[in-house]
């Protein structure tokens, strides 16, 4: 599975948004370190707050099929150029990868891939 291909997924889950307040779809596809992989979308509610990100729906998707080690998660919004996790997605992909430096991020600047690690994007991060 390629980056690319990952990407290419996080593109098509983003229709499946729900994201009738924001007007800002989001998609994500992680692969993880048996080589599956699982996609997600935003979902928001009239309630706010309780908001679920592409990225935390992916990850409950690869927890409940099992999985608990990220290797890399693409993240794409048609409304955003280098749409990378917010906060709390960061620590939530934090609880589940190997090192922060060995769990990448991948978003679409343009027509290209940037690649982050989850090390450069949540620097000396909290583990209980
Ligand atoms: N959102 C994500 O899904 N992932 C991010 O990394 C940033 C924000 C969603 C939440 C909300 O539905 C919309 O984007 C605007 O914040």
Redesign the pocket.
């Known amino acids: 599975m390629t980056y690319e291909e990952l990407m290419q997924k996080a593109i098509e889950v983003s229709e499946n948004?729900y994201?009738p307040?924001?007007k800002?779809?989001?998609g994500?596809c992680l692969l993880t370190d048996k080589g599956n992989t699982y996609v997600g979308?935003?979902?928001?509610n009239g309630s706010l707050g309780m908001?679920?990100?592409?990225?935390?729906?992916a990850i409950g998707n690869a927890i409940a099929n099992g999985e608990r080690q990220i290797k890399a998660i693409a993240?794409y919004?048609p409304k955003q150029d280098n749409?990378?996790?917010?906060g709390a997605?960061r620590q939530v992909l934090h609880e589940f990868c190997k090192s922060d430096d060995e769990l990448d991020i991948i978003v679409k600047v343009g027509d290209n891939l940037k690649t982050y690690t989850l090390a450069e994007l949540l620097p000396e991060s909290f583990t209980l």
Do not use: K
Not at 41 to 44: D, K, P, S
Not at 51 to 57: G, H
Not at 83 to 86: G, H, R, V
């Open positions: 948004s994201s307040y924001s800002f779809p989001v994500a979308c935003n979902f928001e908001t679920i990100c592409a990225e935390r729906n993240i919004s749409c990378t996790p917010c997605c």
